[in-house]
Nanobody, 118 residues
Framework: QVQLVESGGGLVQAGGSLRLSCAAS????????MGWYRQAPGKQRELVAT???????NYADSVKGRFTISGDNAKNTVYLEMNNLKPGDTAVYYC????????????WGRGTQVTVSS
């Protein structure tokens, strides 16, 4: 079992910055990759960024150049640095951990709200 706890959401004006954190606990040695997803009202959950245990990253086109995902393996924590935020970035942001099927598969945090005002 893996538990994920997000923090760092809030209200920010357009053009501002926020840093999200996701702390993993439990069977963290089974985690292959972690990532951030978001879901805006009335929309499907979408990928924002992912990072593998080896440090390989992947970003949605909509956030490339503005968001940076990073990880601290020693702290079992993943960060999402978000710069030049836009009202379209408003959503609940969820942390995700991917593990092998025998370790439970995919885990999700409860989410943290990010609101960007114009």
């Amino acid at each position: 079992q893996v538990q994920l706890v997000e923090s760092g959401g809030g209200l920010v004006q357009a053009g501002g910055s926020l840093r999200l954190s996701c702390a993993a606990s439990g069977s963290t040695s089974s985690i292959n990759a972690m990532g951030w997803y978001r879901q805006a009202p009335g929309k499907q959950r979408e990928l924002v960024a992912t990072i593998s245990r080896r440090g390989s990253t992947n970003y949605a086109d909509s956030v490339k150049g503005r968001f940076t995902i990073s990880g601290d393996n020693a702290k079992n924590t993943v960060y999402l640095e978000m710069n030049n935020l836009k009202p379209g970035d408003t959503a609940v942001y969820y942390c995700n951990a991917d593990t092998p099927w025998w370790a439970g598969g995919t885990y999700w945090g409860r989410g943290t709200q990010v609101t960007v005002s114009s």
